[in-house]
C-alpha cells in the first residue's frame, strides 16, 4: 500500500524564461548604444553638433583658422565694446567696411564720432571735445565761440594732421580684426556658448584664456563672435557681419574747418 504525503501531491515549479527574455530584450539595445558612431555623447543623447556648421568637431587650432578666414572674406562688420590700449581705455561702437567706416569712440575724457570715406576722414564732437585741455586749463573766449560753433559739425581731418593716422586707425577693418582675432600661446577648445542666441564654441590662448578667448559661430559661416583680451584689456562684440551700409561724405553745410591741428585724443 502505497501512503501519498501531503508533499507528494504539491506541483513542482518550473523555473521562469520571464526574467532571462527580459534580460535579452534589455541588452539588445545596450549592444547597439555601445556600437554606434562614436561622436554621440550617450545612447539616445541629443548631438551638439547637430545643425550646426560643423566647427565644433575641429581642433582648436582649426578653429581659430577657420574664424580667421571667415573675417578675412567678410566685407563688413560691427565692433562695440571696449580696448585697452598703451595705457588709455577706448569704448567702440564702429561699423566698418574695407573702404570705410562710420560710429563713434569714447575716451576718459570726450566722446566723438568718426566717418571714413576712403581717404577722407572727418570727426564729429561737441564744443567740449574742441575746448578740451589736456592741463586743465580754462579756454579762452576766442576758443570757447570757436568751439561753439564745431559742436556737432564735421571737421575734415588733413592727412598731415599728427591725429590723423590714430583716428583712422579706429576706423580700418582689417587693421582692427587682425588685432583682435589673434590668440597667443598654445590654442585650446573651450566650453560652448551664446552669443545674440547663435551657439559659440570658445577656443583660448592658454588654459586659463591668458592670451585671449575667442567665441566662433556653429550656425552659418563660422564668423568671430565675441573676443576677450587676455589679461582684462577689453571684451568686444562682432555682429552684422557682411551686412553692407550706406557710406557717403557729409554735406557742406554739414561740415566746418578747424583751421589747426586737431586736438590730442
Known amino acids: 500500500m502505497t501512503v501519498r504525503t501531503p508533499s507528494s501531491r504539491i ?8 526574467p532571462a527574455s527580459r534580460f535579452r530584450r534589455a541588452a ?3 549592444v547597439l548604444c555601445a556600437g554606434l558612431t562614436v561622436g554621440l555623447t550617450a545612447c539616445g543623447g541629443p548631438d551638439p553638433d547637430e545643425g550646426t556648421n560643423g566647427v565644433g568637431k575641429l581642433s582648436a587650432p582649426e578653429i581659430e583658422q577657420k574664424a580667421r578666414s571667415a573675417a578675412d572674406t567678410a566685407r563688413a562688420v560691427r ?3 571696449t580696448l585697452v590700449s598703451k595705457g588709455g581705455t577706448y569704448k567702440l561702437d564702429m561699423r566698418l567696411q574695407q573702404d570705410g567706416a ?3 569712440v569714447s575716451t576718459k575724457n570726450s566722446t566723438f564720432e568718426l566717418l571714413r570715406v576712403g581717404d577722407a576722414l572727418y570727426l564729429k564732437a561737441d564744443a567740449g ?13 576766442a ?15 588733413p592727412r598731415d594732421d599728427p591725429s590723423y593716422k590714430q583716428l583712422r586707425g579706429f576706423t580700418e577693418m582689417d587693421q582692427l580684426l587682425g588685432g583682435l582675432i589673434g590668440l597667443h600661446g598654445d590654442v585650446v577648445k573651450g566650453d560652448r556658448d ?3 542666441g547663435v551657439r559659440t564654441v570658445k577656443v583660448k590662448g592658454g588654459q586659463d584664456g591668458e592670451g585671449g578667448t575667442l567665441d566662433v559661430a556653429l550656425e552659418g559661416s563660422p564668423y568671430p563672435l565675441r573676443f576677450a583680451r587676455g589679461g582684462g584689456a577689453g571684451l568686444v562684440v562682432l555682429s552684422d557681419w557682411d551686412k553692407d551700409f550706406p557710406l557717403a561724405e557729409p554735406n ?6 578747424y583751421g589747426r591741428q586737431l586736438p590730442r585724443t
Open 11 to 18: 506541483p513542482t515549479a518550473r523555473p521562469s524564461a520571464a
Open 28 to 30: 539588445v539595445p545596450l
Open 79 to 81: 565692433l562695440a565694446g
Open 102 to 104: 562710420t560710429g563713434s
Open 129 to 141: 571735445f574742441w575746448t578740451h585741455d589736456d592741463k586743465g586749463g580754462k579756454p579762452d573766449e
Open 143 to 157: 576758443d570757447a565761440e570757436a568751439a561753439d560753433k564745431l559742436d556737432d559739425m564735421y571737421v575734415k581731418v
Open 194 to 196: 551664446q552669443i545674440g
Open 252 to 257: 557742406r553745410d554739414q561740415t566746418l574747418d
